[in-house]
């Protein structure tokens, strides 16, 4: 017997035995050592907060206080709830229409309605403001016909919520489907024999079983709009994050800012608790062997109409006005003698980051999703609750952190590529642990012992049968991670090595120096760039579940 076999005995000897005993089995080093590294990267943006913190003194806690901190919490918790209420009520029915029903085209829908994750939220809150502000594109078109001299405020909440929600409800939206794609159809056939029509069965039946997926997605979504700044902002609706920014940006202190950002990480603590009670033990697996087979497709018929009007307009509304409007900026800017740059440098520094951010990120999720899902307890929710933490905070906050660390302790790497795809995993792991953690849920823990009990080793078991079975998964977290990352603005200003220009700053800079056409043709570009990935990633989990 070779040495994987002898360890790979050992392991399910002791899992029978831990069984036998009532103990929960523990988890291999192979797992736990790479999860604790993670768990130390990840409260890294932490220590930073609480050092500048303590420097505050009896100010921080006035600061902490105030009524005003109050006002901006509630208006935040208000617009987190909101966004990730209409983010899911839009996304699930996307993703059952798309995997579920013989809806025309269904897989030109499933790609352009994960588009819109890729528009940066500053160019997204302004497109609206142009689009449907008071003296906007929409008040130009109706003055004429109708007389319309202007059109009611979208600043606010109103427009606030819109904008995320359009840019944010992709989620949500990817894994469920993910989730869908690899679901038991059995148990969906099993309840229309017994009577219970399409309907009934999906509230009786397939919401129950997606409860996992969709958690997971809306807490992307609440952390991603409590961490927003740039839609907030354009759009003047305070919250917790302007503030911050305002800190950093206005009175240049650090120390009150990192106070508030602490606080926002409780305010994050509390999102995650608030999501853990929703998991409850329920199994999301099959409990007896099958072989996978695809669900045939149900019937739409009379409903195929409305079900083509709403994925056109959500399509509309999130992908094709805002591109429609970066490319008539671009026309009008070109034909009144504004140079479009050579954007190839940019672009190819965009794909190289974001390739290598999903790599990194991939990788340090899988075994905090492993963990979390066979070896649950304390340490291991624990684990995967401080993965959350740098995707609830500003990117510049992220950033001023590794900048803080990279100065006193890692000198050689500060200004590094190596540092920015570190501060990407930091920002995005989430992305990635909430797609694996919700298809390995899916996946029986039997196929895994089997495995082992055959004298597999753990490293074995998880190359031959548990990442092939995350394949969608890993397609689902890869192309988040991959989309976050190219519209990524704060941490890659802060944090790139000099001359590194991405998309993403291209933009932020043509912009701030009115450049609109050169900021709408690079807008123009990431958008289409991130279209080409993200499209193989969708089409081969759809082959994958077929």
Same mark, same amino acid.
């Given at each position: 017997?070779?040495?994987?076999?002898?360890?790979?005995?050992?392991?399910?000897?002791?899992?029978?035995?831990?069984?036998?005993?009532?103990?929960?089995? *523990? %988890?291999?080093?192979?797992?736990?050592?790479?999860?604790?590294?993670?768990?130390?990267?990840?409260?890294?943006?932490?220590?930073?907060?609480?050092? *500048?913190?303590?420097?505050?003194?009896?100010?921080?806690?006035?600061?902490?206080?105030?009524?005003?901190?109050?006002?901006?919490?509630?208006?935040?918790?208000?617009?987190?709830?909101?966004?990730?209420?209409?983010?899911?009520?839009?996304?699930?029915?996307?993703?059952?229409?798309?995997?579920?029903? =013989?809806?025309?085209?269904?897989?030109?829908?499933?790609?352009?309605?994960?588009?819109?994750?890729?528009?940066?939220?500053?160019?997204?809150?302004?497109?609206?403001?142009?689009?449907?502000?008071?003296?906007?594109?929409?008040q130009?078109?109706?003055? &004429?016909?109708?007389?319309? #001299?202007? !059109?009611?405020?979208?600043?606010? $909440?109103?427009?606030?919520?819109?904008?995320?929600?359009?840019?944010s409800?992709?989620?949500?939206?990817?894994?469920?489907?993910?989730?869908?794609?690899?679901? =038991?159809?059995?148990?969906?056939?099993?309840?229309?024999?017994? +009577?219970?029509?399409?309907?009934?069965? @999906? /509230?009786?039946?397939?919401?129950p079983?997606?409860?996992?997926?969709?958690?997971?997605?809306?807490?992307?979504?609440a952390?991603?709009?409590?961490? =927003?700044?740039?839609?907030?902002?354009?759009?003047?609706?305070?919250? @917790?994050?302007?503030?911050?920014?305002?800190?950093? =940006?206005?009175? $240049?202190?650090?120390?009150?800012?990192? &106070?508030?950002?602490?606080?926002?990480?409780?305010?994050?603590? &509390?999102?995650?608790?608030?999501?853990?009670?929703?998991?409850?033990?329920?199994?999301?697996?099959?409990?007896?062997? +099958?072989?996978?087979?695809?669900?045939?497709?149900?019937?739409? &018929?009379?409903?195929?109409?409305?079900? !083509?009007? $709403?994925?056109?307009?959500?399509?509309?509304?999130?992908?094709?006005?805002?591109?429609?409007?970066?490319?008539?900026w671009?026309?009008?800017?070109?034909?009144? +003698?504004?140079?479009?740059?050579?954007?190839?440098?940019?672009?190819?520094?965009?794909?190289?980051?974001?390739?290598?951010?999903?790599?990194?990120?991939?990788?340090?999720?899988?075994?905090?999703?492993?963990?979390?899902?066979?070896?649950?307890?304390?340490?291991?929710?624990?684990?995967?609750?401080?993965?959350?933490? +740098?995707f609830?905070?500003?990117?510049?906050?992220?950033?001023?952190?590794?900048?803080?660390?990279?100065?006193?302790?890692?000198? %050689?790497?500060?200004?590094?590529?190596?540092?920015?795809?570190?501060?990407?995993?930091? !920002?995005?792991?989430?992305?990635?642990?909430?797609?694996?953690?919700?298809?390995?849920?899916?996946?029986?823990? /039997?196929?895994? #012992?089997a495995?082992?009990?055959?004298?597999?080793?753990?490293?074995?078991?998880?190359?031959?049968?548990?990442? %092939?079975?995350l394949?969608?998964?890993?397609?689902?977290?890869?192309?988040?991670v991959?989309?976050?990352?190219?519209?990524?603005?704060?941490?890659?200003?802060?944090?790139?090595?000099?001359?590194f220009?991405?998309?993403?700053?291209?933009?932020?800079?043509?912009?701030?120096e009115?450049? $609109?056409?050169?900021?709408?043709?690079?807008?123009?570009?990431?958008?289409?760039?991130?279209?080409?990935?993200?499209?193989?990633?969708?089409? *081969?989990? *759809?082959?994958?579940?077929?």
């Amino acid at each position: 017997m070779t040495t994987a076999e002898t360890q790979g005995a050992r392991f399910s000897t002791a899992t029978i035995e831990a069984a036998i005993r009532g103990r929960k089995p *523990r %988890p291999p080093a192979i797992l736990w050592v790479p999860a604790l590294f993670v768990a130390a990267a990840m409260a890294l943006p932490l220590v930073y907060l609480l050092i *500048r913190s303590l420097g505050a003194g009896a100010e921080f806690w006035d600061l902490l206080f105030r009524i005003r901190t109050l006002q901006i919490l509630l208006r935040s918790a208000l617009l987190v709830a909101a966004v990730t209420a209409a983010s899911a009520a839009i996304a699930v029915p996307l993703a059952w229409l798309t995997t579920r029903t =013989d809806l025309p085209f269904r897989r030109t829908w499933a790609v352009l309605t994960s588009l819109p994750l890729v528009i940066p939220s500053y160019v997204g809150a302004f497109l609206v403001v142009v689009a449907l502000g008071p003296r906007g594109m929409l008040q130009q078109g109706l003055e &004429g016909p109708f007389g319309v #001299e202007r !059109l009611p405020e979208i600043y606010g $909440f109103p427009g606030a919520m819109l904008t995320l929600t359009l840019l944010s409800y992709p989620y949500v939206l990817l894994p469920v489907r993910a989730a869908l794609s690899r679901m =038991d159809p059995s148990l969906e056939e099993a309840s229309r024999s017994l +009577g219970y029509n399409t309907w009934a069965t @999906f /509230r009786r039946v397939t919401l129950p079983l997606l409860r996992p997926a969709i958690a997971a997605g809306a807490l992307l979504v609440a952390l991603y709009t409590l961490s =927003d700044f740039g839609a907030v902002s354009l759009l003047r609706y305070e919250t @917790f994050t302007w503030a911050i920014y305002l800190q950093y =940006d206005s009175t $240049f202190d650090r120390t009150l800012a990192a &106070g508030l950002s602490l606080v926002l990480v409780f305010f994050a603590v &509390g999102i995650l608790l608030a999501e853990y009670q929703t998991r409850g033990k329920a199994r999301y697996h099959r409990s007896s062997s +099958g072989a996978a087979r695809p669900l045939e497709r149900l019937r739409l &018929g009379r409903w195929r109409w409305p079900a !083509l009007a $709403f994925c056109t307009t959500i399509v509309i509304l999130a992908l094709a006005l805002p591109m429609s409007i970066l490319g008539y900026w671009v026309a009008r800017g070109v034909s009144a +003698g504004e140079s479009i740059p050579n954007l190839w440098s940019a672009t190819a520094n965009s794909l190289s980051v974001s390739g290598l951010a999903v790599g990194a990120s991939l990788v340090a999720a899988l075994p905090v999703a492993i963990l979390a899902v066979r070896f649950p307890g304390r340490i291991t929710s624990l684990l995967e609750r401080t993965s959350y933490i +740098g995707f609830a905070l500003p990117g510049i906050a992220v950033a001023l952190a590794l900048v803080f660390f990279g100065v006193r302790f890692a000198t %050689p790497v500060y200004q590094t590529t190596g540092l920015l795809i570190f501060a990407y995993v930091v !920002l995005f792991l989430p992305a990635g642990v909430g797609a694996l953690r919700t298809s390995l849920l899916q996946i029986s823990p /039997r196929v895994e #012992e089997a495995a082992r009990s055959l004298g597999r080793s753990p490293l074995g078991v998880l190359y031959t049968i548990t990442l %092939p079975l995350l394949s969608s998964g890993l397609l689902a977290g890869g192309a988040l991670v991959f989309l976050l990352t190219m519209k990524e603005l704060p941490a890659t200003l802060i944090l790139a090595p000099i001359g590194f220009k991405s998309l993403a700053t291209s933009i932020w800079s043509a912009s701030s120096e009115a450049f $609109f056409a050169q900021a709408a043709a690079q807008a123009l570009v990431l958008i289409l760039v991130s279209s080409i990935p993200m499209a193989f990633l969708l089409l *081969r989990e *759809r082959r994958l579940a077929q």
